[in-house]
């Protein structure tokens, strides 16, 4: 898809390598998010509601809204009272009350009259479940509200008397503004939402509250993180890297060497062994160099004594390292060590399943007395692999809410290394399922060649004369053979070629 986008053509031995096939990163950022464009979306799953001033008496109950300003999923029950789900959700619910007017018994304070507004979640298993109140505000004489203007009946408290006498009961008046109530709560399908209200005190009237403002219920979708049952964007599964990292992993992981073809607008992805297993093959552009005696040579950069090829590091897999290895030079002129390698990705461990393993991305630190997701936890990179469960062994799979779902079809049981495995994603060679033998790695299946080549490497710069004959069949994974050097070497890099004029070549020794 890369290539496409320029216009070339992708070929290569990377193509029809059976591993790169099978090559997967699912869920691996530590936080789980919806995309872009998702997140930016008119929220279709909330609700906007309205309710006119209010009288509500001395008793208990909830409240219908008689004004919806949005409701586009028709989430209101007839009624107009509960919030009803459609579908799983995690919303965030803010009750607004811009101004309620209090009147009611003050004395003995601890009898005194109180009205208490509640968020309540109401479960689809309603009634068997009872209903769950989240979060509720307390419009007492203990609010002090705001003074009354110009008041002079109007104590330090902010409440008014109306009557009473020194011992007996006291009426009073208040007036509360701007009172807010909000609670976030993770929604299942058909779960409810509503706000009910409970008076506390003596049964004293004409004690009543007044909604003197239109009060209002924002019930808004979080459409950040991902909620179960949710449909998926692929560009969040993603890890967050750019493409060019993405191409410079891949070719790393496989020992790719990417050879452009701009006269056949191909690009070429062919590994060492393809191109050393093509030395009995080799071109002899002896004649064709047309600067024998003056050749630039240089060694080629970026290697050491120890050349590592590692993952990244990731707080949750131990040991730390398991899955790396090195390739070595011996050459004291080199420095100690250098990272060939570090792949974009971290290693991953596996856990019991279904008689086998499979991978798992460990996020909870299990040391820890808290079940936060406190381990920061880098991309993984896994080898797909596919189980066929049998009609009679279905497999189910719940959300902790009583929804479960039962598959009995072919599903995805990844890994990274795994001894029993057809694959490994390990740089080093590991242990195998049978006792005594080696699963190969990364570095014996794909960097033997490399290694062999790292030990006397130089790369050097000549001029060619090519005709158009030698561009137009010019084969990348095809080695040159100069005489002169008596050594094969590989095309790295062919610079600006016009016909009947020299061309600068950058070459690389084959061992």
Not at 213 to 218: C, K, N, P, Q, Y
Not at 365 to 372: A, L
Not at 434 to 456: D, H, R, S
Request: hydrophobic share 35%; charged share 20%.
């Amino acid at each position: 898809m890369l290539v496409k986008k320029t216009g070339y053509q992708a070929k290569g031995s990377l193509l029809s390598d059976p591993l790169y096939a099978k090559l997967i990163v699912q869920f691996s950022n530590s936080s789980f998010e919806h995309g872009t464009d998702y997140q930016n979306q008119v929220d279709n799953s909330g609700a906007s509601l309205e309710r006119s001033p209010v009288t509500i008496a001395y008793s208990q109950g909830y409240f219908n809204w008689d004004k919806a300003a949005a409701d586009p999923s028709k989430q209101m029950a007839p009624a107009k009272d509960v919030f009803k789900s459609t579908q799983p959700n995690n919303v965030k619910i803010v009750v607004n009350i811009p101004h309620l007017y209090l009147r009611g018994r003050v004395s003995p304070s601890d009898k005194s009259s109180k009205v208490i507004f509640k968020i309540i979640y109401r479960s689809p298993n309603y009634p068997a479940v009872a209903d769950e109140p989240l979060e509720s505000y307390v419009f007492s004489f203990g609010n002090y509200g705001e003074y009354r203007a110009n008041d002079p009946t109007s104590d330090p408290k902010g409440w008014r008397r109306l009557n009473g006498s020194s011992g007996g009961s006291i009426y009073a008046e208040l007036d509360i503004y701007k009172a807010t109530i909000s609670v976030e709560k993770e929604l299942p399908k058909d779960g409810g939402i509503y706000l009910a209200y409970t008076w506390e005190g003596l049964n004293a009237p004409p004690a009543y509250a007044r909604i003197v403002e239109g009060m209002t219920m924002a019930i808004t979708s979080q459409q950040q993180q991902v909620q179960p049952g949710q449909m998926v964007q692929c560009e969040r599964i993603f890890p967050d890297i750019s493409q060019k990292d993405l191409l410079k992993d891949t070719l790393q992981r496989f020992g790719i060497i990417c050879q452009t073809d701009n006269a056949g607008r191909t690009i070429s992805f062919n590994s060492f062994q393809d191109i050393v297993g093509n030395i009995p093959v080799a071109k002899n552009w002896t004649a064709k160099c047309i600067d024998q005696g003056k050749t630039i040579s240089f060694e080629l950069g970026g290697y050491a004594q120890v050349n590592n090829l590692k993952y990244k590091e990731d707080d949750a897999i131990l040991p730390k390292g398991f899955a790396d290895t090195a390739i070595k030079v011996t050459d004291a002129t080199l420095p100690a060590a250098a990272d060939l390698i570090e792949s974009q990705f971290a290693p991953t461990l596996n856990r019991p399943y279904l008689g086998n393993t499979v991978a798992q991305i460990k996020m909870i630190d299990s040391e820890s007395d808290s079940d936060d997701f406190s381990i920061n936890v880098s991309p993984r990179i896994l080898v797909d692999h596919k189980l066929d469960l049998p009609a009679d062994k279905p497999l189910k799979f719940t959300d902790g809410n009583g929804i479960t779902i039962t598959v009995n079809d072919k599903i995805s049981a990844p890994y990274f290394y795994k001894p029993n495995g057809e694959y490994s994603l390990c740089f080093g060679d590991m242990p195998a399922t049978v006792t005594g033998t080696l699963l190969p790695g990364l570095k014996t299946k794909y960097y033997a060649e490399l290694e062999k080549i790292l030990q006397q490497t130089k790369k050097v710069v000549r001029y060619f004369l090519l005709t158009p004959r030698d561009i137009l069949e010019l084969d990348l994974t095809i080695p040159v053979y100069l005489e002169q050097d008596s050594a094969n070497y590989y095309i790295n890099k062919i610079d600006a070629w016009r016909k009947g004029q020299p061309v600068k070549v950058e070459l690389v020794k084959l061992g």
